[in-house]
């Protein structure tokens, strides 16, 4: 079936470091997602990317999209406290109907040290 | 508040027990999903509606769960005979559209002891 693999599982940054997470598909998507859960949060949508080679960005927030639409990345630029949190990336599942049928990732858990 | 609601946030359960969890999408969106999360894991998805109708079940919805959507509005889920390997997350979450968005819902944390 399809799976979506995140690494790393942990980073643990000072404030002011940069981080990445890289996530990679076993199937061609035709977009993905990322979201971001609070500690004792629920997801909160980030951004989408859809077309191959995408990138976008949000602030400090920089996503990209393979070129093979198979494997995706988000990078943070200069850390903060309130970017504590696990960034995962979802994929749609096979099948119509919607985007938002997804398959996720085991996430990245961010820890930021002031 | 017009973002998803869940009811209840927390629930402990015997084993053996039937629960029900409720969700309220926000208005007017016609697609709802239902997702599990366990500690350490992503989301797992579980089922979707379209107004009232149930178009896709996951393997993980074991014939102890069923979901239903009666009026295309709220959405109920309810697991019969709990088992101990049902305690997780249970999350919801809605969208206007199948190109748009979901926005998650806070959760029913299920604690079966």
């Known amino acids: 079936g399809q799976q979506v693999m995140q690494i790393p599982q942990y980073q643990h940054v000072q404030e002011g470091e940069d981080f990445t997470t890289y996530c990679n598909s076993s199937?061609?998507?035709?977009?993905i997602q990322w979201y971001k859960q609070r500690p004792g949060g629920h997801p909160v949508f980030l951004i989408q990317?859809?077309?191959?080679?995408e990138v976008k960005k949000q602030k400090r927030l920089t996503f990209q999209f393979g070129e093979a639409k198979k494997n995706s990345s988000l990078h943070i630029t200069a850390t903060q406290t309130t970017d504590v949190g696990t960034y995962f990336c979802?994929?749609?599942?096979f099948g119509g109907g919607s985007n938002y049928k997804l398959t996720f990732g085991k996430g990245t858990l961010l820890t930021v040290n002031p | 508040d017009t973002g998803v609601s869940q009811d209840p946030r927390h629930k402990i359960t015997k084993r053996g027990q039937n629960v029900t969890f409720r969700c309220d999408p926000i208005?007017?969106?016609?697609?709802l999903y239902w997702y599990r999360q366990t500690l350490g894991q992503g989301p797992e998805f579980l089922t979707y509606?379209?107004?009232?109708?149930?178009?896709?079940k996951s393997r993980l919805l074991s014939d102890r769960f069923s979901a239903e959507r009666p009026k295309g509005s709220f959405s109920t889920l309810e697991i019969q005979r709990t088992e101990q390997g049902d305690s997780a997350m249970y999350l919801c979450?809605?969208?206007?559209?199948?190109?748009?968005?979901?926005?998650f819902g806070q959760g029913t944390r299920l604690t079966v002891v």
């Open positions: 979450a809605s969208s206007a559209r199948a190109d748009i968005e979901a926005f």
């Open positions: 199937t061609t998507l035709s977009n």
């Open positions: 990317l859809v077309k191959s080679g």
């Open positions: 979802a994929g749609p599942r």
């Open positions: 208005s007017e969106h016609n697609r």
């Open positions: 509606f379209q107004n009232e109708a149930q178009l896709e």
